[in-house]
Protein backbone atom coordinates (compact mmCIF):
# COMPACT_ATOMS: atom_id res chain seq x y z
CA UNK A 1 0.00 0.00 0.00
CA UNK A 2 0.60 3.21 -0.50
CA UNK A 3 0.93 6.35 1.97
CA UNK A 4 -0.24 10.00 1.37
CA UNK A 5 2.16 12.85 3.58
CA UNK A 6 0.93 15.88 4.32
CA UNK A 7 2.28 18.81 6.51
CA UNK A 8 1.24 18.63 9.64
CA UNK A 9 0.13 22.18 9.96
CA UNK A 10 0.45 25.22 7.86
CA UNK A 11 -0.33 29.20 8.42
CA UNK A 12 -0.78 32.51 6.37
CA UNK A 13 -2.45 35.66 6.85
CA UNK A 14 -6.14 36.54 5.20
CA UNK A 15 -5.63 37.44 1.66
CA UNK A 16 -2.59 35.55 0.93
CA UNK A 17 -2.12 32.38 -1.37
CA UNK A 18 -1.07 29.12 0.44
CA UNK A 19 -0.63 25.70 -1.15
CA UNK A 20 -0.77 22.82 0.80
CA UNK A 21 0.73 19.51 -0.31
CA UNK A 22 0.48 16.06 -0.66
CA UNK A 23 3.07 13.65 -1.48
CA UNK A 24 2.56 10.11 -2.65
CA UNK A 25 4.82 7.08 -1.42
CA UNK A 26 4.48 4.63 -3.95
CA UNK A 27 2.65 4.19 -7.38
CA UNK A 28 2.40 7.45 -9.51
CA UNK A 29 0.07 10.35 -8.53
CA UNK A 30 -0.87 10.26 -12.02
CA UNK A 31 -2.50 6.48 -11.89
CA UNK A 32 -5.72 7.69 -9.95
CA UNK A 33 -7.19 11.16 -9.10
CA UNK A 34 -6.83 12.66 -5.58
CA UNK A 35 -9.38 14.46 -3.62
CA UNK A 36 -9.05 17.09 -1.17
CA UNK A 37 -11.57 17.48 1.72
CA UNK A 38 -12.09 20.29 4.72
CA UNK A 39 -12.82 19.57 7.78
CA UNK A 40 -13.70 22.44 10.02
CA UNK A 41 -13.93 21.58 13.98
CA UNK A 42 -16.86 19.58 15.00
CA UNK A 43 -18.08 19.55 11.15
CA UNK A 44 -18.25 16.44 8.62
CA UNK A 45 -15.82 16.72 5.59
CA UNK A 46 -16.76 18.24 2.76
CA UNK A 47 -15.28 18.07 -0.80
CA UNK A 48 -13.30 21.14 -1.88
CA UNK A 49 -11.32 19.16 -5.08
CA UNK A 50 -12.51 15.82 -6.46
CA UNK A 51 -10.69 14.37 -9.41
CA UNK A 52 -7.66 16.09 -9.26
CA UNK A 53 -8.80 19.87 -10.13
CA UNK A 54 -12.57 19.88 -10.12
CA UNK A 55 -14.64 21.78 -7.77
CA UNK A 56 -18.03 21.07 -6.48
CA UNK A 57 -20.90 23.10 -7.13
CA UNK A 58 -20.77 26.20 -4.20
CA UNK A 59 -17.00 25.38 -3.90
CA UNK A 60 -15.64 29.50 -4.66
CA UNK A 61 -12.64 29.50 -7.15
CA UNK A 62 -10.50 30.55 -4.64
CA UNK A 63 -10.10 26.83 -4.32
CA UNK A 64 -7.67 24.94 -7.04
CA UNK A 65 -6.51 21.93 -7.05
CA UNK A 66 -3.15 20.04 -9.27
CA UNK A 67 -0.71 17.20 -9.49
CA UNK A 68 3.04 17.04 -10.18
CA UNK A 69 4.43 14.30 -11.70
CA UNK A 70 8.03 15.49 -11.23
CA UNK A 71 7.50 15.58 -7.33
CA UNK A 72 4.72 12.29 -7.42
CA UNK A 73 2.77 15.09 -5.47
CA UNK A 74 -0.95 16.78 -5.25
CA UNK A 75 -1.47 20.24 -4.27
CA UNK A 76 -4.50 21.93 -3.31
CA UNK A 77 -4.03 25.73 -3.13
CA UNK A 78 -6.43 28.48 -1.91
CA UNK A 79 -5.52 32.11 -2.91
CA UNK A 80 -7.50 35.68 -0.97
CA UNK A 81 -7.37 33.46 2.64
CA UNK A 82 -10.29 33.82 4.54
CA UNK A 83 -10.52 33.22 8.25
CA UNK A 84 -13.36 30.84 7.65
CA UNK A 85 -10.88 28.84 5.85
CA UNK A 86 -9.13 27.85 8.70
CA UNK A 87 -9.60 23.94 8.63
CA UNK A 88 -8.00 20.38 8.52
CA UNK A 89 -7.85 19.41 5.33
CA UNK A 90 -6.89 15.76 4.02
CA UNK A 91 -5.96 14.28 0.77
CA UNK A 92 -7.24 11.19 -0.60
CA UNK A 93 -6.06 8.89 -3.55
CA UNK A 94 -6.68 5.28 -4.24
CA UNK A 95 -4.26 2.57 -5.74
CA UNK A 96 -6.70 -0.09 -7.71
CA UNK A 97 -7.87 -1.80 -3.96
CA UNK A 98 -7.75 0.67 -1.11
CA UNK A 99 -8.62 4.14 -0.75
CA UNK A 100 -5.99 6.13 1.16
CA UNK A 101 -6.37 9.42 3.08
CA UNK A 102 -3.61 11.56 4.03
CA UNK A 103 -3.46 12.53 7.66
CA UNK A 104 -4.58 15.55 7.27
CA UNK A 105 -3.25 19.74 7.31
CA UNK A 106 -4.58 22.38 9.58
CA UNK A 107 -4.40 25.36 8.07
CA UNK A 108 -4.66 28.38 10.54
CA UNK A 109 -5.38 31.71 9.03
CA UNK A 110 -4.55 34.49 11.18
CA UNK B 1 -30.54 18.73 -3.72
CA UNK B 2 -27.94 15.83 -2.78
CA UNK B 3 -28.71 14.64 0.85
CA UNK B 4 -27.19 11.98 2.59
CA UNK B 5 -28.99 11.43 6.22
CA UNK B 6 -27.15 9.48 8.80
CA UNK B 7 -28.68 7.88 12.14
CA UNK B 8 -28.31 9.71 15.30
CA UNK B 9 -25.81 8.72 17.80
CA UNK B 10 -25.32 5.49 19.99
CA UNK B 11 -24.38 4.69 23.12
CA UNK B 12 -23.75 1.01 23.52
CA UNK B 13 -21.43 -1.37 25.78
CA UNK B 14 -18.73 -3.96 24.38
CA UNK B 15 -20.04 -6.84 23.02
CA UNK B 16 -23.69 -5.02 21.97
CA UNK B 17 -24.02 -5.71 18.31
CA UNK B 18 -25.27 -2.16 16.04
CA UNK B 19 -26.11 -1.20 12.59
CA UNK B 20 -26.17 2.48 11.30
CA UNK B 21 -27.69 4.06 8.07
CA UNK B 22 -27.02 6.43 5.54
CA UNK B 23 -29.75 7.02 3.46
CA UNK B 24 -29.46 9.00 0.00
CA UNK B 25 -31.88 11.59 -1.80
CA UNK B 26 -31.69 13.85 -4.69
CA UNK B 27 -30.08 11.58 -7.12
CA UNK B 28 -30.41 8.11 -8.00
CA UNK B 29 -28.92 6.10 -5.09
CA UNK B 30 -28.80 3.14 -7.55
CA UNK B 31 -25.55 4.71 -9.17
CA UNK B 32 -23.49 6.15 -7.26
CA UNK B 33 -21.12 4.15 -4.83
CA UNK B 34 -21.48 4.83 -1.23
CA UNK B 35 -18.39 4.92 1.02
CA UNK B 36 -17.56 4.16 4.99
CA UNK B 37 -14.99 6.47 6.73
CA UNK B 38 -13.85 6.57 10.36
CA UNK B 39 -12.75 9.31 12.61
CA UNK B 40 -11.51 8.52 15.95
CA UNK B 41 -11.49 11.33 18.51
CA UNK B 42 -8.45 13.79 17.52
CA UNK B 43 -7.58 11.36 14.08
CA UNK B 44 -7.69 11.78 10.95
CA UNK B 45 -10.12 9.53 8.08
CA UNK B 46 -9.52 6.40 7.50
CA UNK B 47 -11.55 4.22 4.75
CA UNK B 48 -13.58 1.46 5.67
CA UNK B 49 -14.83 0.34 2.41
CA UNK B 50 -17.85 1.01 -0.56
CA UNK B 51 -20.60 -0.55 -1.43
CA UNK B 52 -22.51 -0.16 -4.94
CA UNK B 53 -26.44 -0.38 -4.08
CA UNK B 54 -27.36 -1.16 -7.31
CA UNK B 55 -25.77 -4.67 -6.81
CA UNK B 56 -24.64 -4.51 -3.34
CA UNK B 57 -20.79 -4.88 -4.98
CA UNK B 58 -18.94 -4.26 -2.08
CA UNK B 59 -15.27 -3.95 -1.55
CA UNK B 60 -13.39 -3.51 2.29
CA UNK B 61 -10.39 -1.53 3.66
CA UNK B 62 -7.89 -4.78 4.82
CA UNK B 63 -7.81 -3.38 8.02
CA UNK B 64 -11.92 -3.14 8.33
CA UNK B 65 -12.40 -6.90 6.69
CA UNK B 66 -13.99 -8.76 9.18
CA UNK B 67 -14.68 -5.49 11.36
CA UNK B 68 -17.56 -4.79 10.19
CA UNK B 69 -20.37 -5.13 7.65
CA UNK B 70 -21.48 -2.72 4.67
CA UNK B 71 -24.71 -3.43 3.27
CA UNK B 72 -27.60 -1.29 1.52
CA UNK B 73 -31.08 -1.63 0.39
CA UNK B 74 -32.35 -0.32 -2.48
CA UNK B 75 -35.90 -0.01 -1.83
CA UNK B 76 -35.22 2.54 0.28
CA UNK B 77 -32.03 4.21 -0.86
CA UNK B 78 -30.46 3.35 1.99
CA UNK B 79 -27.04 1.73 3.20
CA UNK B 80 -25.43 0.19 6.73
CA UNK B 81 -22.62 0.05 8.54
CA UNK B 82 -23.13 -3.05 11.33
CA UNK B 83 -21.06 -4.77 14.15
CA UNK B 84 -21.43 -7.78 15.62
CA UNK B 85 -19.76 -7.31 18.73
CA UNK B 86 -19.20 -4.28 19.53
CA UNK B 87 -15.28 -2.93 21.09
CA UNK B 88 -14.26 0.30 23.01
CA UNK B 89 -11.98 1.17 19.92
CA UNK B 90 -14.68 1.15 18.27
CA UNK B 91 -15.66 4.22 19.40
CA UNK B 92 -15.49 7.49 16.49
CA UNK B 93 -17.66 9.04 14.40
CA UNK B 94 -19.17 7.25 11.20
CA UNK B 95 -19.01 9.22 7.91
CA UNK B 96 -20.80 8.09 4.94
CA UNK B 97 -20.05 9.48 1.40
CA UNK B 98 -21.40 9.55 -2.41
CA UNK B 99 -18.35 8.72 -4.77
CA UNK B 100 -18.87 10.64 -8.04
CA UNK B 101 -20.73 9.71 -11.02
CA UNK B 102 -18.42 7.16 -12.27
CA UNK B 103 -15.99 6.81 -9.69
CA UNK B 104 -15.77 4.54 -6.55
CA UNK B 105 -12.96 6.08 -4.80
CA UNK B 106 -13.85 10.17 -5.52
CA UNK B 107 -16.49 11.64 -2.54
CA UNK B 108 -18.19 14.80 -3.54
CA UNK B 109 -20.74 14.57 -1.22
CA UNK B 110 -20.70 13.55 2.68
CA UNK B 111 -23.40 12.66 5.14
CA UNK B 112 -23.17 14.37 9.13
CA UNK B 113 -21.77 11.35 10.70
CA UNK B 114 -23.21 8.99 13.34
CA UNK B 115 -21.05 9.42 16.62
CA UNK B 116 -20.87 5.33 17.87
CA UNK B 117 -20.04 5.57 21.76
CA UNK B 118 -19.06 2.15 23.46
CA UNK B 119 -18.54 1.99 26.77
CA UNK B 120 -18.92 0.15 29.87
Known amino acids: NFMLTQPHSVSESPGKTITISCTRT????????VQWYQQRPGSAPTTVIYEDNVRPSGVPDRFSGSIDVSSNSASLTISGLKTEDGADYYC?????????FGGGTKLTVL | EVQLVQSGAEVKKPGESLKISCKGS????????IGWVRQMPGKGLEWMGI????????RYSPSFQGQVTISADKSVNTAYLQWSSLKASDSAIYYC?????????????WGPGTMVIVSS
Open chain 2, 26 to 33: GYSFTSHW
Open chain 2, 51 to 58: IYPGDSDT
Open chain 1, 92 to 100: QSYDGHTVV
Open chain 1, 26 to 33: SGSIANHY
Open chain 2, 97 to 109: ARAAPGSHESFDF
